[in-house]
């Protein structure tokens, strides 16, 4: 029987694809598991080792889940669309396992698995919004947090350099280009990112996700401006599940990693959930204190997830080194409302 080959897209892990995949690629083809072409392939037994570790942290148990569910809902591994039904996911882990049996068990967490990091971020959010701002009585893991921004690096080239910022026209007058970048400190109120007289520049992927933050009415007319970026550090917290890989760590780490996992969707939340405008004082002081400890590590901005619309927002530390183009004119001509029974 031939070999047959894997491929990095089977898997849908980063980490996996450059430091696994392409040091044992025994060449380019087509995937034997998923049908991709022209990809790195792989023998699944050389990479036996790395999952072991992954699988071995987790509990086999009567009412648990399939192997390749529980690393689907844990890691986002097997996103594939081949590699979604369960069938295949087992068939190609058999492989690399070189277990039929074991990937016909069911698993749970890790014994002793659960985390407090909810928890204590909740507690301390409550703590910088209604008790003490500046000196906390909580405290707070930095350099963990540190470690876990560096995990969420979005690679430069990916992020596109022509982003997007608007401003309601509210007597139909256009602004000027210069007019269109970051407010003076003197005139920045509080955002999401940036504490009052902190200047940072917010933009949007494209003109409709800009126009959506600035929660124009019907008819309004608005001027969005484009700008471009060079290449920058920026944390992305829109998908750490995504993002964050367990491969190549000892078992107490991968542990470790799951459980922080939640938390660091907790954070992206901070800056992607509405806010009443007229608790925004205080609702954003948690996401600004993020923000401005993201900014202290080093990197050039954050990438989060619009709470408006279904674009990505970039909110960047140092606004001079956006670069304006253009400005434009839009007419807003709907706005879409969603509402809910309270309970």
Known sequence: MPDRFCCAFCFGDANLRDNFIFD??????????CGTAGVLLVRPMDLREA????????????DGESLPTILRQDWALFTHPVMQDDAHAKELLADVLDSGDLVRKNFGPPAGYGTQSLTKWDDLRGEMMHGNRWFLRKEIDYDRLRY??????????????????????????SYALEEMGAPPPRYAGHGR???????YLYLGSSPKTAV???????????GVAEFTIPELKAVDLRGPRERISPFGLEDDQVVQLL???PFLERLGDELTRPVVPRSAPFEYVPSQHLCEFIKHCGYDGV?????????VNLALFHPK?????????????QVEVHVAVLT
């Open 24 to 33: 044992r690629s025994v060449g380019t083809g087509t995937c034997g598991y």
């Open 51 to 62: 999952f072991e570790v992954v699988v071995g942290v987790y509990e086999i148990v009567d």
């Open 148 to 173: 876990l921004f560096s995990l969420l690096i979005e690679d430069p080239s990916v992020l596109s350099t022509r982003w997007h910022r608007a401003r309601i026209l509210n007597d139909g007058t």
């Open 193 to 199: 990112a940036n504490p009052a007289g902190i200047p």
């Open 212 to 222: 959506s933050e600035v929660r124009p009415h019907a008819v309004e007319a608005v």
């Open 259 to 261: 459980a922080d996992i």
């Open 303 to 311: 990438v989060y997830r619009s709470s408006m619309s279904n674009g």
């Open 321 to 333: 080194v956006a670069s304006g183009i253009v400005v434009q004119r839009y007419a807003v001509q």
